[in-house]
């Protein structure tokens, strides 16, 4: 008999978390499970702002699909999706095409412009692992080329958003500036950080949360404009403006790290599935509007809490619990049973790292600061490699200094 195909697009936290718990219940006799990533490698991508800041190495964040699946019961195809074909049920890959019975589309998000001129052309954003290489390596040319001498020259490294990308980045940054002004002989005066939010810092947390970090960061030298956005990006800087006031300003900068957008992959919206910003809205039991054997999770998700009507934000803890949820109802479903489960998310706490030795965040409902917070950051990430490949991957990619 044909078993039924479950394809499952991204190799990300949901994907990952998908795979894991459908290899863990399905016998290779039960049903046909592909998991298809662009790359061979999965990038853990929480740490990303580690390797911008040149913190830590590409191949410490870096590990094989195949070290976490089960290729028995999992085949793994390394190709790119390029489009989606609900009504065909399949998908098109660079270079072959997929048929499915089931499908879970995983493939997280892309930079959101917000329809601000210039970002897309001029700025770097730390979406992926080459374009955080990419910072890295940019920064250090930046100091490496800096010549010195006039009054007014300057190495100017302008931020956008302070949410929790912008602002872990911050921190990364600035515990590396001591060390990049040494090597280049560069005076630290000289070096200026400045960060533009339009509203306050880490808007997902109480103010005194963001005031936290904010105080941390202008302690290691941030300056930070806030009620402010940036209007324009230039190859030589930023127009900037204060909310609701047309007077403008330049910033000379030859560093833009773009922090403050996430929309979803364009595959989905070119795939007839209704999107805002690139990501759709999903059932309570995760299916996108319309679709019987569609899923949607993660970064091209909105699931919108009940409660007060907002939708989550997106993050590895909600990628990886929908995953779950995911797989469970996809059990379901081969079981025949219509009634799938509603996904209901337990949000354990979110901590922002404001570098190496300092945190900030909330913890089952609690507010956590400095080392406390710290500590409970690496707790998180390890649970999150514990989640996708058990004690193997915490043994091997882990953050074991928990101290
Ligand atoms: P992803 O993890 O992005 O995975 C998507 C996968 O799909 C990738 O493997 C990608 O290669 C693949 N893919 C994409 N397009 C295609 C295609 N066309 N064909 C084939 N494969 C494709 N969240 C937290 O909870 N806590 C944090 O502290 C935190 N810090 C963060 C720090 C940074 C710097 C960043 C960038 C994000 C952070 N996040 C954090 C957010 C978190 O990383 C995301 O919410 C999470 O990765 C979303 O998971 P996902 O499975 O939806 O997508």
Same mark, same amino acid.
């Given at each position: ?5 479950? +394809? ?8 990952? /978390? ?26 853990? $991508? ?16 870096? *590990? ?8 028995? $019961? ?21 270079? =072959? ?21 210039? =970002? ?18 940019? =920064? ?14 300057? %190495? ?39 960060? +533009? ?6 808007? %997902? *947390?109480?103010?005194?949360?963001? !005031? ?11 300056? *930070? ?12 800087? +930023?127009? %900037? ?13 030859? @560093?833009? %790290? ?9 595959? =989905?919206? !070119? ?43 997106? @993050?590895?803890?909600?990628?990886? !619990? ?13 079981? $025949? ?13 979110? +901590? ?26 690496? /707790? ?24």
């Amino acid at each position: 008999m044909k078993r039924p195909k479950i +394809v499952i697009l991204g190799a990300g936290f949901g994907g990952l /978390m998908t795979v894991t718990k459908l290899q863990k219940e399905l016998d290779v006799n039960e049903a046909e499970i592909v998991l298809i990533n662009k790359d061979s490698h999965y990038y853990q $991508k929480t740490w990303f702002h580690q390797v911008a800041g040149s913190n830590m190495t590409l191949s410490r964040v870096r *590990f094989d699909i195949k070290d976490v699946i089960d290729s028995n $019961k999992v085949q793994f195809i390394h190709d790119t999706v390029i489009e989606i074909k609900p009504e065909e049920k399949k998908v098109m890959l660079e270079k =072959i095409e997929v048929h499915y019975d089931y499908l879970v589309v995983a493939v997280g998000g892309e930079v959101g412009t917000f329809g601000i001129k210039g =970002i897309k052309e001029y700025s770097l954003s730390i979406s992926s692992a080459s374009a955080a290489r990419h910072i890295n390596n940019h =920064i250090e040319g930046e100091f490496s080329n800096y010549q010195g001498g006039e009054k007014e020259d300057k %190495i100017t490294i302008v931020v956008g958003g302070a949410g929790l990308t912008g602002i872990e980045f911050l921190g990364e940054l600035t515990d590396r500036l001591p060390k990049l002004c040494r090597q280049y002989k560069v005076d630290r005066s000289k070096v200026e950080i400045i960060c +533009v939010q339009s509203s306050f810092a880490l808007p %997902i *947390f109480e103010h005194d949360l963001g !005031q936290y970090a904010v105080n941390t960061l202008e302690k290691k030298g941030v300056q *930070f404009r806030f009620e402010t956005r940036i209007r324009e990006c230039l190859p030589d800087g +930023v127009i %900037i403006g204060k909310n609701g006031e047309e007077a403008v300003e330049k910033i000379h900068a030859g @560093t833009i %790290i773009w922090a403050a957008g996430v929309r979803g992959n364009s595959i =989905i919206e !070119q795939a007839g599935i209704q999107v805002t910003e690139g990501r759709v809205k999903v059932n309570p039991d995760l299916r996108a509007p319309g679709f019987e054997n569609l899923f949607i999770i993660g970064d091209c998700s909105i699931f919108v809490d009940e409660k007060t009507g907002q939708p989550y934000p997106p @993050t590895a803890q909600i990628a990886l !619990q929908q995953g779950t949820t995911c797989a469970e109802n996809i059990l379901s479903l081969l079981s $025949k049973k219509t009634k799938l489960k509603k996904f209901e998310p337990n949000i354990r706490g979110i +901590v922002c790292a404001l570098g190496k030795e300092n945190a900030v965040g909330v913890v089952y409902g609690n507010k956590v600061f400095g080392s406390k917070a710290l500590f409970m950051k690496k /707790m998180i990430d390890n649970r999150a490699l514990y989640m996708i490949g058990r004690s193997s991957l915490i043994l091997k990619k882990g953050r074991l200094n928990l101290f």
